[in-house]
Antibody, heavy 117, light 108 residues
Framework: QVQLVQSGTDVKKPGSSVKVSCKAS????????ISWVRQAPGQGLEWMGR????????NYAQKFQGRVTITADESTSTVYMELSSLRSEDTAVYYC??????????WGQGTLVTVSS | SYELTQPPSVSVSPGQTARITCSGD??????AFWYQQKPGQAPVLVIY???ERPSGIPERFSGSSSGTTVALTISGVQAEDEADYYC???????????FGGGTKLTVL
C-alpha cells in the first residue's frame, strides 16, 4: 500500500515561489508516476503536471507551463512541486497523487498554500 | 485544450438512483475514473477503468460507458453519498490528464 505524505501548510507573498514536497512509502518509488493536482477554495480539481520517476521526465498542463517545476529525489523517495510568480489566485490545496494507469489516482493528504500580502 | 463536461449538480431523494454524466471527445479511447470528495477531505476513487469498482466501495456505485459519454450511477442513494463527484481521464495521446468540473450530489 503506497502512502504519500505531503509537507505542511504554507503562506507566501505574491511574486514569490513555493515548493511542496510529497514523500512516498511502500512500493517501488522509481516505478511511480506522480501527478500534482490543485483545488482552489470552492472550486474543482485542476491537474498541474506529472513526473515519471524512472525517467525523471515531467510534463505540465499548458496553463502552468513555465511556472511549475516537478522533480523527484530517488534517494529520499520524495517528489517536489515548485510554483513560481505566485498570485492570490494560486491560493489552493495542492495534492500529490500516485497514478496507476489501471487504478487511477491515489492521493496524498493535501497541502494548503495561501498567497497573501 | 481538452475538456470533460459534467452537470454542476444532481439532486435525488434517499433510495432513488442518481446518474452523473461526463462527456469528452477522447473517452472512446481513454479510460475514465470517478472520484468522490467530501468537504475537507482528499478525493477517493469509486470507479476505475470506466466500469470497475475498487474493493471497499459499495455495490450501489457503478460505471458505464457509451461513445463519448461515461456515467456514474448510484443506486439506492444514501445520505452519506452526498458529496462532489469528479470524472477524470486523459487526452487522446494519454499525455495530459483532465478532470471534469465536478458534480455536487445533493441528497434531499
Amino acid at each position: 500500500q503506497v502512502q504519500l505524505v505531503q509537507s505542511g501548510t504554507d503562506v507566501k507573498k505574491p511574486g514569490s515561489s513555493v515548493k511542496v514536497s510529497c514523500k512516498a512509502s511502500g512500493g517501488t518509488f522509481n516505478s511511480y508516476s506522480i501527478s500534482w493536482v490543485r483545488q482552489a477554495p470552492g472550486q474543482g480539481l485542476e491537474w498541474m503536471g506529472r513526473i515519471i520517476v524512472m525517467f525523471g521526465k515531467a510534463n505540465y498542463a499548458q496553463k502552468f507551463q513555465g511556472r511549475v517545476t516537478i522533480t523527484a529525489d530517488e534517494s529520499t523517495s520524495t517528489v517536489y512541486m515548485e510554483l513560481s510568480s505566485l498570485r492570490s489566485e494560486d491560493t489552493a490545496v495542492y495534492y500529490c497523487a500516485r497514478v496507476d494507469p489501471d487504478m487511477g489516482f491515489s492521493w496524498g493528504q493535501g497541502t494548503l498554500v495561501t498567497v497573501s500580502s | 485544450s481538452y475538456e470533460l463536461t459534467q452537470p454542476p449538480s444532481v439532486s435525488v431523494s434517499p433510495g432513488q438512483t442518481a446518474r452523473i454524466t461526463c462527456s469528452g471527445d477522447a473517452l472512446p479511447k481513454q479510460y475514465a475514473f470517478w472520484y468522490q470528495q467530501k468537504p475537507g477531505q482528499a478525493p477517493v476513487l469509486v470507479i476505475y477503468k470506466d466500469t470497475e469498482r475498487p474493493s471497499g466501495i459499495p455495490e450501489r456505485f457503478s460505471g458505464s460507458s457509451s461513445g463519448t459519454t461515461v456515467a456514474l450511477t448510484i443506486s439506492g442513494v444514501q445520505a452519506e453519498d452526498e458529496a462532489d463527484y469528479y470524472c477524470q481521464s486523459a487526452d487522446t495521446s494519454g499525455t495530459y490528464v483532465v478532470f471534469g468540473g465536478g458534480t455536487k450530489l445533493t441528497v434531499l
